[in-house]
T-cell receptor, first 119, second 113 residues
Framework: GAGVSQSPSNKVTEKGKDVELRCDPI?????LYWYRQSLGQGLEFLIY????????KSGLPSDRFSAERTGGSVSTLTIQRTQQEDSAVYLC?????????????????FGPGTRLLVL | DQQVKQNSPSLSVQEGRISILNCDYT??????FLWYKKYPAEGPTFLIS?????DKNEDGRFTVFLNKSAKHLSLHIVPSQPGDSAVYFC????????????FGQGTTLQVKP
C-alpha cells in the first residue's frame, strides 16, 4: 500500500540549470496533478494528467516548465533554465476517479514533495 | 486573482477548546470545498469536504460549515488536540473534468497542551 512518492526530496541547483522532478503515483490511479508551494503561499496548480487525454497545462507559469507522464504512471516535471523564483516545494498528487459531476469530489493523495532551491 | 483566501496565517488554542479556521472565496462556480492538513516535510492529507449544495458536514471532531451567501466556510475542530497542530489548507474544487484544486494560503494551527 505505497503512497505517492517523489524524488529527489531536496534539490539545490544553480540558476540557469535544468532540473527534473519525479513522481510515482499510487498504483492504479489514473489522475495525476502537479502543484507547487512557494514560501508563504498556498498550493498552486501546475498541470493535470488523466489517462490518455491531453494534459491540462493551464497552470504552468512559463514555457520553461514542462511535464510528461509515461505509460500512464510515472510523471516527470522538467524546469529548464531555472530561476531563483522557481524555488518552491513541488508536490505531486494522484487520484483514482475519472472526474465527473455525478461522482462527487475525489480525494487527491499527495506525495511528500520535492524542495527545490535555486541559487 | 486569489480565488480562495485564508486571512489568518496562524491560530493558537488550548487543548480541549474549539479551533475555528476560516476561509473566504470569490469563485461561485466551485462544486466542492475541501480542507487539507499538512505536517512539516509531508504532503497535505485530505481531512473533510463539503458540497456546495450543503451547509454543513461533520466527521468526528471536524465540522465544516458553508455560508454561500457570504462566500465563506469554516472548519471547526472540537475538542482540539495537540496532534491537530499543523497547517490547514482550504481548497475549492473547480468542477468540470479536471478536479484541479484552488488552494488558500494556509493557516498554521498550534494546539497547546
Amino acid at each position: 500500500g505505497a503512497g505517492v512518492s517523489q524524488s529527489p526530496s531536496n534539490k539545490v541547483t544553480e540558476k540557469g540549470k535544468d532540473v527534473e522532478l519525479r513522481c510515482d503515483p499510487i498504483s492504479g490511479h489514473t489522475a495525476l496533478y502537479w502543484y507547487r508551494q512557494s514560501l508563504g503561499q498556498g498550493l498552486e496548480f501546475l498541470i493535470y494528467f488523466q489517462g490518455n487525454s491531453a494534459p491540462d497545462k493551464s497552470g504552468l507559469p512559463s514555457d520553461r516548465f514542462s511535464a510528461e507522464r509515461t505509460g500512464g504512471s510515472v510523471s516527470t516535471l522538467t524546469i529548464q533554465r531555472t530561476q531563483q523564483e522557481d524555488s518552491a516545494v513541488y508536490l505531486c498528487a494522484s487520484s483514482s476517479k475519472n472526474r465527473g459531476r455525478f461522482f462527487g469530489v475525489e480525494t487527491q493523495y499527495f506525495g511528500p514533495g520535492t524542495r527545490l532551491l535555486v541559487l | 486573482d486569489q480565488q480562495v483566501k485564508q486571512n489568518s496565517p496562524s491560530l493558537s488554542v488550548q487543548e480541549g477548546r474549539i479551533s475555528i479556521l476560516n476561509c473566504d472565496y470569490t469563485n461561485s462556480m466551485f462544486d466542492y470545498f475541501l480542507w487539507y492538513k499538512k505536517y512539516p516535510a509531508e504532503g497535505p492529507t485530505f481531512l473533510i469536504s463539503i458540497s456546495s449544495i450543503k451547509d454543513k458536514n461533520e466527521d468526528g471532531r471536524f465540522t465544516v460549515f458553508l455560508n454561500k451567501s457570504a462566500k465563506h466556510l469554516s472548519l471547526h475542530i472540537v475538542p482540539s488536540q495537540p496532534g491537530d497542530s499543523a497547517v490547514y489548507f482550504c481548497a475549492g474544487d473547480g468542477g468540470g473534468n479536471t478536479g484541479k484544486l484552488i488552494f488558500g494560503q494556509g493557516t498554521t494551527l498550534q494546539v497547546k497542551p
